[in-house]
């Protein structure tokens, strides 16, 4: 999403200075390696925040990084905005002994400055809403239709797949307990279940559902092919914020099962491209029938540059002059406290 939204705002003429964890030195997420943590970015990012002059600032995550701009926004008293990509209190609760409510606790103390916080959908909204939060606006998601598409090439063939029985349901993720895939797997369906991703629980999984075939990440056309190529896209997941994984898989004409939850419930009903239910068989089943014509049609109206505009429309710009005195004024002080440093 933030990379494609990037692409997006410059190809729109906008500037936009990223600050990601490979820009500075990181250790692995305890418990999930493949997330890297970066360490003593503060002062690096005060220094390029001085050098660029942003317009505006928008922090997309409530980790290290986001949490020293939030603390540099707040103590400079400059606007900002933030984002809520993952139900980080579900996260946290499903991986180590801590309440949900101390991770909204949390969540709520972290975005409480923002100007406003953009979410997926309007259920997450409202979710957000009912625990306290503010300033909340929706922020929706786009799909690339042109790698996404349903005139791909078969590729389970060609990875070992020539006599696995369909119909192939297909799951696309990081393999984690907090994507509830286990249930996928446990999940009574004819054919073939397939697993594309990696993850922590990987290992263990393939070796308890021996039936299922996990294929490992894939990414650009394979992975576009591996859509294309399933009967129904299975997404169990109840923690995501949205599940971009579903607009591909739709973009690809493979129809959809999930649960009720954020995202599948604001995407699936009415658009004859998928089907949830608090049964995950019976949400397969029926998706089954869906027609892949329709699937890929109703995928069509998501774009990514309409995303875009939203993104900028909900950002917090600092005006002029407003905003030309601001940073006139933060280059003084810098000088200032170099001169007594220096003294």
């Known amino acids: ?120 959908t309007p259920t997450l909204r409202d979710e957000l809403l009912e625990h306290g939060f503010r300033n909340v606006s929706p922020w929706s998601r786009g799909v690339d239709t042109e790698l996404f598409n349903p005139d791909l090439e078969r590729i389970y063939d060609e990875l070992g797949g020539k006599d696995w029985p369909r119909p192939f349901w297909l799951n696309v993720g990081r393999v984690a307990v907090e994507k509830n895939i286990e249930t996928f797997l446990k999940t009574d369906l004819p054919g073939t279940k397939i697993v594309v991703g990696d993850g922590p629980a990987r290992a263990e999984l393939e070796a308890q559902y021996p039936e299922a075939k996990f294929l490992g990440a894939k990414f650009g056309e394979e992975l576009a092919r591996c859509f294309r190529d399933a009967d129904v896209f299975v997404f169990p997941s109840w923690t995501d914020t949205f599940g971009l994984v579903i607009l591909e898989a739709m973009a690809a004409g493979t129809p959809v099962a999930a649960f009720p939850a954020h995202g599948p419930i604001d995407i699936i009903p009415g658009s004859n491209a998928g089907a949830i239910d608090d049964d995950l068989r019976t949400a397969c089943l029926k998706a089954l029938e869906c027609d892949r014509g329709a699937v890929r049609a109703y995928a069509e109206k998501f774009s990514w540059r309409a995303s875009a505009e939203e993104f900028v429309a909900n950002l917090e710009p600092y005006p002029d002059p407003e905003r030309g005195r601001f940073w006139r004024r933060l280059r003084r002080i810098a000088r200032i406290r170099r001169r007594a440093a220096a003294a």
């Open 1 to 120: 999403t933030l990379t494609r939204t990037v692409a997006e705002c410059r190809g729109m003429g906008h500037e936009v200075d990223v600050v990601e964890p490979s820009q500075f030195k990181t250790i692995p997420c305890p418990t999930y390696p493949e997330i890297r943590l970066a360490l003593g970015a503060e002062e690096e990012i005060r220094e390029r925040l001085r050098a660029f002059e942003p317009e505006a600032v928008h922090i997309a995550t409530e980790g290290p990084i986001g949490i020293a701009t939030r603390r540099i926004c707040v103590e400079w008293k400059l606007p900002f905005t933030t984002s809520y990509h993952t139900k980080f209190p579900e996260y946290v609760s499903a991986r180590f002994p801590i309440p949900v409510q101390v991770g909204y606790a949390y969540m709520k103390w972290f975005h409480k400055p923002s100007g406003r916080l953009m979410v997926a």
